[in-house]
């Protein structure tokens, strides 16, 4: 599957970006999604993932700022960011998981990873 993601830019600290990441081909329904961020000089890390059956799991710092969804109709997954902090401010890219069961979530090991789309937070 191929991942091609969007939506980033510069905002300032406390505004709200949605990314979004379109997959290719027919299977979307079957992948956990997830979205992965690097900042610069850090490794990359988790920062939200939802499963085919919709279960989300969220990095403790973006809990209650940040929510994951999917439109399988639309083989689209998004990241709403709200109260945006200058320390989120990163590459983000989207990420999928080849997976039979509708619990599986993914939180590392992606099968398929996309382009980054860079965030930029500015205080």
């Known amino acids: 599957v191929q991942l091609q993601a969007s939506g980033g830019g510069l905002v300032q600290a406390g505004g709200s970006l949605r990314l979004s990441c379109a997959a290719s081909?027919?299977?979307?329904?079957?992948?956990?999604m997830a979205w992965f961020r690097q900042a610069p000089g850090k490794e990359r890390e988790f920062v939200a993932t939802?499963?085919?059956?919709?279960?989300?799991t969220y990095t403790d710092s973006v809990k209650g700022r940040f929510t994951i969804s999917r439109d399988n109709a639309k083989n689209t997954v998004y990241l709403q960011m709200n109260s945006l902090k200058p320390e989120d401010t990163a590459v983000y890219y989207c990420?999928?998981?080849?997976?039979?069961?509708?619990?599986?979530?993914?939180?590392?090991?992606?099968?398929?990873w996309g382009q980054g789309t860079l965030v930029t937070v500015s205080s």
């Open positions: 939802i499963s085919r059956g919709g279960s989300t």
């Open positions: 990420a999928a998981r080849s997976t039979v069961r509708s619990t599986v979530v993914l939180t590392n090991y992606p099968d398929y």
């Open positions: 081909g027919s299977t979307f329904s079957t992948y956990a």
